[in-house]
T-cell receptor, first 114, second 117 residues
């Protein structure tokens, strides 16, 4: 079945440092989504990427979708303590009827030291 | 606007006891509904999904079951809980409407933290 691998599993940074998490799918994706889960909370949708090579920005967050639509990355510039949480990528398999079923990566747990 | 509710928020149950977790969605019709389990500090495992009343698809064989008695109600059940059933259970919905960029976005409920002792 489809697998989505996400690295690193953990990332500890000093406030102000940059952070990047990477996502790689075993199959071509229709789209990829990113979610953030604060400690003790539930995943919250951040963004969806659909087009090959697409790059989107949200303030200090930059999201990229690979040319082959099989990998993606999330980069945070100058991290802040409010960025703490687990970041998940989730891919929708290309082709067929998927009923919106996403395959989630294992997540990257980000801690930021003030 | 759409909202999703889950209850209870936390639950402590003995091994072998039954389970019933409920999820309801407001403000939308005919949503696709999903149950996930998240082990401590780990990723999301899809357990069940439903595209309509009475339609349930199971992703992982286990001692859990799901039902959808009404359009916007999704229930997760077990007849006898195991220690390994402990975790954070999340319900989510997506729109089943016309293909739009936001159609595949999943909106999660606040979750139920289940501890089986």
């Amino acid at each position: 079945g489809q697998q989505v691998m996400q690295i690193p599993q953990y990332q500890h940074v000093q406030e102000g440092e940059d952070f990047t998490t990477y996502c790689n799918s075993s199959t071509t994706l229709s789209n990829i989504q990113w979610y953030k889960q604060r400690p003790g909370g539930h995943p919250v949708f951040l963004i969806q990427l659909v087009k090959s090579g697409e790059v989107k920005k949200q303030k200090r967050l930059t999201f990229q979708f690979g040319e082959a639509k099989k990998n993606s990355s999330l980069h945070i510039t100058a991290t802040q303590t409010t960025d703490v949480g687990t970041y998940f990528c989730a891919g929708l398999k290309a082709g067929g009827t998927s009923y919106g079923k996403l395959t989630f990566g294992q997540g990257t747990i980000l801690t930021v030291h003030p | 606007s759409q909202t999703i509710h889950q209850w209870p928020a936390t639950l402590v149950q003995p091994v072998g006891s039954p389970l019933s977790l409920e999820c309801t969605v407001e403000g939308t019709s005919n949503p696709n509904l999903y149950w996930y389990r998240q082990a401590a500090g780990r990723g999301l495992q899809l357990l069940f999904y439903s595209v309509g009343i009475g339609q349930i698809s199971s992703e992982v064989p286990q001692n859990l079951s799901a039902s959808r008695p009404q359009d916007r109600q999704f229930i997760l059940s077990s007849k006898k809980l195991l220690l390994s059933d402990s975790g954070f259970y999340l319900c989510a919905w997506t729109s089943s409407g016309a293909r739009t960029v936001s159609r595949d976005t999943q909106y999660f409920g606040p979750g139920t933290r289940l501890t089986v002792l």
